[in-house]
């Protein structure tokens, strides 16, 4: 871990306290239930590892999405993370999408980045290659689908910033989306999670 990355690990709880007091803990959720017009479950993923992750693979678990990034004050999360899959990974899948989006907090490659959420993180769950996640030409399809209404039948909300979370229900619904500043061992994840 850099000087850097040990700062912002420090720092972690001031920024996810700024968030919250400026109310940048933003939930947003399919409250009627609406179906994708795209099935989740037709998705794929290229791993860092190299093998291909058909969704087929993740019917019937719900999926926590996440964009993550090694070099942001949210970081820490993949240790709460990490936690929560221990917690819950009978039920739930968790894909962390590395990205370089933000301010070029991911400027690693696929590997420097497994090496780094082994080494620091103990990260157990996939790890995709890096992609963009922002809307734009070269938005990663996966992220495409979790932005668009037109397929997962009703958000547009775009990752705000690093560790913006999504979760799919075991049907392939998009349920909920969480700001960064909202910790995945939080109340709201672990509700939307249980419910």
């Known amino acids: ?27 947003v959720q399919n409250a009627g239930g609406v179906v994708p017009a795209v099935p989740f479950h037709s998705l794929s993923v290229k791993l860092n590892n190299g093998k291909e992750l058909p969704f087929e693979a993740l019917r019937g678990r719900k999926v926590l999405l996440v964009n993550t ?28 999408f590395p990205a370089n989006d933000f301010k070029g907090q991911e400027k690693g490659s696929d590997a420097d980045i497994a090496h780094f959420c082994a080494v620091n993180y103990g990260i157990s769950f996939p790890v995709t290659t ?3 996640v922002q809307k734009s030409a070269e938005q990663h399809p996966v992220y495409r689908w979790l932005t668009e209404g037109q397929q997962n039948g009703w958000n547009e909300q775009a990752p705000s ?9 075991e049907e392939g619904v998009l349920t909920h989306y969480f700001e960064p500043a909202v910790s995945p061992l939080g109340e709201e994840v672990r509700q939307a999670i249980s419910a």
Request: charged letters at 25%; one cysteine or more; a positive charge.
């Open 161 to 169: 910033w690093n560790f913006a979370k999504y979760l799919v229900n």
């Open 130 to 132: 890096k992609t963009v």
């Open 69 to 96: 990034a090694s070099d942001c004050g949210f970081t820490p999360q993949y240790e709460e993370l990490q936690k929560l899959y221990r917690h819950a990974k009978e039920d739930l899948e968790i894909l962390a």
């Open 1 to 27: 871990m850099t000087l850097r990355q040990r700062v912002l690990k420090t720092a972690y709880p001031l920024f996810v306290w700024l968030r919250q007091k400026t109310g940048r803990t933003k939930l």
